[in-house]
């Protein structure tokens, strides 16, 4: 009988659980409104992890692994959280926690655009700006698990104050920032806009684009991989109308042999790439 993990996902605005077994078959998915505090997330997973061999767990944040610690602002506040000693007082099978990006890269390269590649860039376009990096087939959390904030890539010498507590890729390409450039409530509202003709809104959106090749292309120079997997909420809604643009731009910027021999490709699994790299990271620590 094939091995099964319990995965969850824990996001700003909600939790997803499922079960997944070796093969990546998902089986009792779910989702739950997201809990503001660390107690009650742990709760929520708690009572599901009869009958698994492990529980892997991704965090919208920072996750330092030397201390079991998670900064995490979307969901538990500013300070950081003992959240691997939570679980493990509630849980009784091995638990792996890691940052949502890295789920991410680990979903697609084992299921998704990247299927079999060793050297990945997962880039999650939503609320936020995140990557997560893959590299001859390792995870790159960096000294402190911060790798990967690449929304606060330097993009523009002009600086803005609005880029205080983002970041200049973020703060120009992020959902947030395309719907503060419209005026509109989120960034749903622009892009259904842009589908409807009006050439403002599209202006807003290739904006953003443009910033996004730039930080793709950074990337693409520094990394040197295989493919890069753009995926997250605005790319999901709105990936038929930013991609092209930014696969147009992107070898303005970066170096030329490693843009030409990089692909640059849609998420292929969606919103289950973090519940199946959280499996990915719980059944490669048993």
């Given amino acids: 009988m094939p091995k099964t993990v319990l995965a969850v996902d824990f996001g700003g605005t909600k939790t997803a659980i499922a079960r997944v077994d070796e093969h990546g078959a998902m089986r ?72 949502d990006r890295c789920g991410y890269v680990l979903g697609e390269a084992w299921l998704g655009a990247a299927r079999g590649l060793r050297h990945v860039v997962f880039v999650a376009i939503g609320t936020g700006i995140g990557v997560g990096i893959l590299s001859d087939g390792i995870v790159v959390r960096g000294a402190g698990g911060i790798a990967g904030a690449a929304g606060w890539f330097a993009l523009d010498p002009a600086w803005s104050p609005a880029w205080r507590d ?48 730039m930080g793709i292309a950074n990337l693409i120079s520094a990394l040197n991989p295989d493919v890069v997997v753009v995926g997250g909420g605005l790319m999901l809604g709105a990936g038929d109308l930013l991609l092209e643009r930014i696969r147009t731009e992107v070898p303005r910027w970066a170096q030329p042999i490693a843009a030409a021999r990089c692909r640059i490709e849609l998420t292929q699994l969606g919103e289950a790439a973090g519940l199946l790299g959280a499996a990915r990271l719980a059944l490669d620590g048993v």
């Fill in 28 to 99: 009792n998915r779910r989702t739950l409104p997201a809990a503001h505090a660390l107690e009650e997330s742990v709760s929520q997973i708690a009572g599901s992890c009869d009958d698994v061999a492990a529980v892997g767990v991704i965090v919208p944040g920072i996750y330092t692994p030397a201390t079991g610690m998670a900064w995490c602002p979307n969901l538990w506040g500013a300070d950081e959280v003992p959240l691997l000693r939570a679980l493990k007082e509630r849980v009784d099978v091995p638990v792996v926690v890691d940052a």
């Fill in 166 to 213: 983002t970041g200049c890729w973020e703060g120009e390409s992020a959902g947030p920032a395309v719907a503060r450039r419209f005026g509109a409530p989120d960034a749903q509202t622009v892009v259904a806009a842009a589908r409807s003709g009006d050439r403002a809104a599209l202006d807003v959106l290739h904006r953003a684009a443009s910033y996004t090749a």
